[in-house]
């Protein structure tokens, strides 16, 4: 069984109604690629509910933790402590992309926060955008530099393309873990440990294309190093 743990928080259906509906047909969507590409039952669940005693009463063979558009500051310790207790704890292979990332690398110790704010009058189209106006941020189908080789990054050459909606970040790699990706913007993209199989993309791996199907073979490379995948 796969794993998918939704981090988006209740608040966005209710302030939002037309994003929340979204963000649900996206959820469902990853869920059935998850499927697709393990051959194995992917349940999602609420990062809310998740704790050691309910994973260990299922037969789980690999977590993936979504990303979030509602702010972290709307998010109590107490819904969060779960979640960050299996993730401490390694027992899993995992895969955590964006703000999954980011509670992955803040979990074992690391700060996280806005990449910073836009100049006056920079002329950027991301300046405008309505999620985080003025802020420096990254959006669309970008290219990330490897900086270092990554069973991870296996068949994707030295700038993969992938999906990105972000405008914050993990300011340094906590304990144990190392930095593989980045891009000019956003200078941790990818992080590994060096003991566990722990994973965490800055980028959105699970919005992949046909025109742009890295986040594909990436995840493909996930289940293989989780051994989901021969």
């Given at each position: 069984m796969i794993i998918l743990v939704d981090l988006e928080h209740a608040r966005l259906q209710q302030d939002d109604p037309g994003r929340g509906a979204a963000s649900l047909a996206n959820r469902l969507r990853i869920q059935y690629r998850l499927e697709d590409l393990s051959g194995d039952v992917c349940l999602t669940m609420r990062y809310h509910q998740v704790t050691p005693v309910r994973l260990a009463a299922l037969p789980v063979r690999a977590l993936l933790v979504s990303g979030n558009a509602t702010e972290f500051a709307h998010y109590s310790a107490e819904s969060l402590a779960g979640l960050r207790s299996v993730l401490r704890s390694a027992a899993y292979p995992t895969l955590a992309f964006c703000g999954g990332c980011q509670i992955l690398a803040?979990?074992?110790?690391?700060?996280?926060?806005?990449?910073?704010?836009?100049?006056?009058?920079?002329?950027?189209?991301?300046?405008?955008?309505?999620?985080?106006?003025?802020?420096?941020?990254?959006?669309?189908?970008?290219?990330?530099?490897?900086?270092?080789?990554?069973?991870?990054?296996?068949?994707?050459?030295?700038?993969?393309?992938?999906?990105?909606?972000?405008?914050?970040?993990?300011?340094?790699?906590?304990?144990?873990?190392?930095?593989?990706?980045?891009?000019?913007?956003?200078?941790?993209?990818?992080?590994?440990?060096?003991?566990?199989?722990?994973?965490?993309?800055?980028?959105?791996?699970?919005?992949?294309?046909?025109?742009?199907?890295?986040?594909?073979?990436?995840?493909?490379?996930?289940?293989?190093?989780?051994?989901?995948?021969?």
């Open positions: 803040e979990s074992y110790g690391a700060t996280i926060g806005p990449i910073g704010a836009l100049p006056p009058d920079t002329d950027d189209d991301d300046a405008q955008h309505p999620l985080a106006p003025g802020m420096i941020q990254e959006r669309g189908f970008l290219p990330v530099r490897v900086i270092q080789p990554h069973p991870l990054f296996a068949g994707l050459g030295e700038q993969p393309i992938f999906l990105e909606s972000h405008y914050w970040e993990v300011k340094a790699p906590p304990p144990g873990f190392a930095v593989y990706a980045a891009t000019a913007k956003c200078a941790i993209q990818m992080l590994a440990h060096s003991a566990y199989p722990l994973y965490a993309t800055q980028f959105h791996p699970e919005y992949y294309d046909e025109e742009h199907p890295d986040g594909r073979r990436l995840i493909e490379n996930f289940f293989r190093l989780a051994g989901v995948l021969a």
